[in-house]
């Protein structure tokens, strides 16, 4: 049973960073494409906003889930697994 755990957390990190990945990707094409920013000040402006933001939203999210919304009585490997491979990386 850790060992699936385990698994899990790490199908979630790695669906984290692709979905990540392909929402930054779309983020800075828009100002690359209409010429606002060169693509390295794009990549480098996103990057130091994606890593500042929670200072200026805070844990909003994590504070509500975290607050009872959801019930971790009924979480188990059944919930967590079919959203995560669900999506296949690279496509829309």
Known sequence: ?????????FLSLIFDF?????DSANSI????STRV???RQ???????????????FGLHVAGTIGK???DISVI????ILPPLS?????TC
């Open 37 to 39: 920013l060169t693509p």
């Open 42 to 56: 794009a990549v480098v402006w996103a990057a130091f906003f994606n890593f500042i933001a929670f200072l200026f």
């Open 18 to 22: 692709l979905n990540g990945f392909h």
């Open 29 to 32: 094409a828009t100002v690359v």
């Open 1 to 9: 049973m850790d060992l699936w755990i385990v698994f899990l957390i």
């Open 76 to 79: 188990d490997s059944n919930i």
């Open 68 to 70: 009872g919304i959801v």
């Open 86 to 90: 669900a999506r296949v990386p690279g």
